[in-house]
T-cell receptor
């Protein structure tokens, strides 16, 4: 069984640019969540996708958007990058069909905005 | 609303000593509780989870945690620390709704565990 794969692992962007991060969910998982982890902080929930629909959103502006594809992989898009967007972005997949679901996290994408 | 408080941003123990990392939660619904470990420049690895079954939960690498509803706590313990346990540990809570409804994880701010030789 494959785990969660994120790409790229590291990325440097300039303020004002746009970025797309990608996530392949674990086999059999139908739900993908994205988290932002700033340096020295715990991960913060950005949003979740279930069966290609956004299914909950944290306190992030609309310039953070996402997609989920039929194979349950996902993208996180951030427009008009700001310096404070520099963080580790984590993708987590889960199977929300039962009471004992768990979350599997990828290794993350380290985004640096300069 | 749900929240998690981790007491102690840094904990240092000697190799072979007891590890105790504290987590208190707040939740208006029966919580699901998790402990994750993060090694430098890596993602999160699940150590253990409480999903309303046994209150004493055993995880990987010799860690365990006990759910205490009366104390709203879910502290993580390990009887004997190993050098390889040095990492950051995060406690998280979820509402655990089924069927695809939002079940986001709310994380604490983390505890950095140092293990001294």
């Amino acid at each position: 069984e494959t785990g969660v794969t994120q790409s790229p692992t590291h990325l440097i962007k300039t303020r004002g640019q746009q970025v797309t991060l990608r996530c392949s969910s674990q086999s059999g998982h139908n739900t993908v969540s994205w988290y932002q982890q700033a340096l020295g902080q715990g991960p913060q929930f950005i949003f979740q996708y279930y069966r290609e629909e956004e299914n909950g959103r944290g306190n992030f502006p609309p310039r953070f958007s996402g997609l989920q594809f039929p194979n349950y992989s996902s993208e996180l898009n951030v427009n008009a990058l700001e310096l404070d967007d520099s963080a580790l972005y984590l993708c987590a997949s889960s199977d929300a069909s039962g009471p004992n679901y768990g979350y599997t996290f990828g290794s993350g994408t380290r985004l640096t905005v300069v | 609303a749900q929240s998690v408080t981790q007491l102690g941003s840094h904990v240092s123990v000697s190799e072979g000593a007891l590890v105790l990392l504290r987590c208190n939660y707040s939740s208006s619904v029966p919580p699901y509780l998790f402990w994750y470990v993060q090694y430098p420049n890596q993602g999160l690895q699940l150590l253990l989870k409480y999903t309303s079954a046994a209150t004493l939960v055993k995880g990987i690498n010799g860690f365990e945690a006990e759910f205490k509803k009366s104390e709203t706590s879910f502290h993580l313990t390990k009887p004997s620390a190993h050098m390889s346990d040095a990492a950051e540990y995060f406690c998280a809570v979820s509402g655990g709704v089924y069927g695809g409804a939002t079940n986001k994880l709310i994380f604490g701010t983390g505890t950095l565990l140092a293990v001294q030789p």
